[in-house]
């Protein structure tokens, strides 16, 4: 049960977390922060440092990137620009020792820069624009009590060493409002570990204790006995859904925060930002026209608005588990970092509900969240396509990747909308490194944008085409290696890392970061994520798309989200689009010589 193996993980290793369900009992009777030290810490400390790059490898990088996105003479003023900034004795090499001064100072510096400029300034509310939903696999049930004793599968996670911390850092923390910026909390880190979790059903918030005073956790049953007793008590929906306040604009919310000053509401406050999750218990939301399981993504991202389950959250919560009465289920993540049984006869603490003073300014602000919430989901535009006609198998059997042709079809669909060659960016783990999250690759190529051009060109042959599709296909690998990503060279990271120290150290702004080719190498049309899991990623509401697909043998998900307030933009549209491409790829890949 995924429930069970969160809590186990709140007082184990962040490996733990991620092993089967039956290898878990061992874990049960070790010491809560004794394990959450070592994971924060054993396997942290092993890994290396992210890396500096050096300064005229990431310059001549960011040259070859700005150079299918802008015209041409916007290209060649860059490269004065870029050339005067890394001469010899220059501010670009002063700004590069202070940034290498720093990064010995700091595990990683990559994770410091990610978190001053987007997750903890932005303003917006994290609903859509920056939680991460993760959309799992429908449970075979449709009930109240087949959603509360459902066991949930766990998965498995394989390969090289990984830095776990962020899985130790998922439990037990909170994103907490401020009213310029918001921070974050580990509570696990912090004293006593909390041995509690907060559940909401309708609207209203549990504590439930998941541990005994020897230390054992609760078993399944024990847990189920208490999720009935909060369900079956809780019949009616709380008329002051404070839940819905997380989903405010970060300023909006944060004074609303502030002004929660009395002991009432301090306590119920304290207890679910305390908790090592939240668990949500939701009711199912309609399917009318479901082709794709778009509800789905719908209940996992926001709730399906304030008159379904949106007040069912507590959106600053860095883990919630959500659990619907059809079978629909998955994960809201912040994006911050983002066994068995042992029976027992001791008695069951009983869960706890939460109460809170709301005044009538509050009660106001909950109905303004509730309107905002609402708009911002009419706002919300997202698309799913279940591409069934191919999948990994067929492209591995033409010796071709699967990330690189889906890549190649996103540029190709853009393309062939907007006749523009796209910014197009791809999320690259960096966790080989000590605290590492996630690098930007820059996956528009002069390459690849000479491809999109030529596809459809009138004048090209099918040969020509062809050998353009096998030619970026076959080197994308190639590309990978001479970026150096997921070695730690991280362009966009480092120039706005250099950047930064040129506002740390109050240094006039040098000419490169005020052209307009730094602002388009930031203003990128597509973010883009290969996962295991289907979910969306967070969406820049200044931007494009946010994209996330998952690659199986033979077929491929792909879902895609944007603002209706982009005019330009739709998913719909999209996503027919890349639809096409991808056969019409298949089409010439089958008339190109195989590669060897």
Same mark, same amino acid.
């Given at each position: ?43 942290v ?11 005229r ?8 990137? =700005? ?9 060649k ?16 090499e002063?700004l ?13 510096w990559t ?7 987007e ?5 917006s ?19 109240k009590?087949?959603?509360i004793?459902?066991?949930?599968p766990?998965?498995n ?9 962020q899985?130790?850092? =998922? ?14 909390v580990?509570?696990?880190?912090i004293?006593?570990?909390p041995k509690?979790?907060t ?15 020897d ?5 399944v049953?024990?847990?189920?006995v208490?999720?009935e007793?909060?369900?079956?008590s ?22 609303a925060?502030?002004s929660?000053?009395?002991q ?12 090592i999750f939240t668990l949500?218990?939701d ?13 789905d ?16 959250r ?80 067929y ?68 040969d ?35 950047? =930064? ?23 990128y049309q ?5 996962t295991?899991?289907v ?20 077929h ?12 330009r933009?739709n ?8 639809k ?15 590669a060897?």
């Amino acid at each position: 049960m995924f429930l069970i193996l969160c809590i186990v993980f709140a007082g184990g290793s962040a490996v733990d977390l991620f092993e089967s369900y039956e290898t878990m009992t061992e874990s049960w009777q070790v010491n809560t922060s004794m394990l959450v030290s070592r994971c924060s810490h054993a396997s942290v400390e092993g890994l290396p440092r992210v890396p500096v790059p050096p300064l005229r490898k990431t310059c001549e990088g960011y040259l070859s990137a =700005l150079e299918p996105i802008i015209e041409e003479d916007e290209w060649k003023r860059a490269k004065q620009l870029v050339e005067a900034f890394m001469k010899r004795g220059g501010v670009g090499e002063e700004l590069q020792r202070s940034l290498e001064r720093k990064a010995c100072n700091t595990d990683n510096w990559t994770t410091d820069l990610w978190g001053k400029l987007e997750y903890f300034g932005n303003r917006s509310p994290v609903v859509i624009n920056a939680n991460v939903p993760i959309v799992c696999p429908r449970l075979d049930f449709r009930d109240k009590q087949g959603q509360i004793s459902e066991t949930l599968p766990a998965e498995n996670l394989g390969g090289k060493p990984l830095c776990m911390e962020q899985y130790s850092q =998922l439990l037990s923390t909170c994103r907490i409002p401020g009213l310029e910026r918001d921070s974050v909390v580990f509570h696990a880190k912090i004293g006593n570990p909390p041995k509690h979790i907060t559940v909401v059903y309708n609207s209203q918030f549990f504590v439930v204790e998941v541990y005994h005073n020897d230390g054992t956790p609760l078993t399944v049953d024990q847990l189920c006995v208490q999720m009935e007793s909060i369900c079956t008590s809780t019949s009616e929906t709380n008329t002051e859904p404070v839940g819905i306040l997380t989903t405010l604009d970060r300023d909006s919310w944060s004074k609303a925060y502030l002004s929660m000053k009395d002991q009432t509401n301090k306590e119920s406050l304290s207890a679910i930002e305390r908790s090592i999750f939240t668990l949500c218990l939701d009711r199912a939301i309609p399917r009318e026209s479901d082709k794709y399981g778009t509800c789905d993504f719908h209940l996992i991202t926001h709730g399906g608005g304030s008159q379904w389950n949106s007040a069912n959250r507590w959106f600053d919560k860095s883990l919630q588990i959500i659990v619907a009465e059809d079978g629909s289920w998955g994960l809201n993540l912040i994006h911050i970092v983002a066994d068995g049984t042992v029976t027992s006869i001791l008695p069951l603490p009983m869960p706890q509900k939460l109460h809170f003073h709301v005044t009538p300014d509050i009660k106001e602000i909950i109905e303004q969240a509730k309107r905002s919430m609402d708009r911002n989901i009419q706002n919300f535009d997202l698309s799913v396509l279940v591409f069934d006609h191919f999948g990994k198998n067929y492209l591995k059997a033409h010796n071709m990747s699967p990330d690189a042709f889906i890549q190649m079809a996103i540029q190709l669909a853009y393309y062939r909308m907007n006749k523009q060659v796209c910014a197009s960016y791809e999320a690259v783990s960096q966790r080989m490194f000590r605290r590492g999250r996630v690098s930007l690759l820059l996956s528009t190529t002069s390459v690849s944008a000479a491809f999109v051009k030529a596809f459809d060109d009138p004048q090209n042959t099918v040969d020509t085409r062809a050998f353009w599709l096998v030619f970026f296909l076959h080197n994308i690998n190639l590309y990978f290696i001479l970026t150096d990503v997921i070695g730690g060279h991280d362009i966009v990271a480092h120039i706005i890392a250099l950047r =930064l120290q040129a506002v740390e150290n109050k240094l006039p702004m040098p000419d490169i970061f005020r052209d307009i080719s730094y602002k388009k190498i930031l203003n990128y049309q597509f973010v883009t994520s290969n996962t295991g899991s289907v979910g969306v990623h967070q969406v820049d509401e200044n931007s494009g798309y946010s994209l996330c697909y998952s690659v199986h043998n033979s077929h491929f998900i792909i879902e895609m989200a944007t603002f209706n307030t982009h005019k330009r933009l739709n998913t719909r549209h999209l996503i027919q689009n890349m639809k096409d491409a991808l056969l019409d790829m298949r089409a010439l890949l089958e008339q190109a010589p195989r590669a060897t």
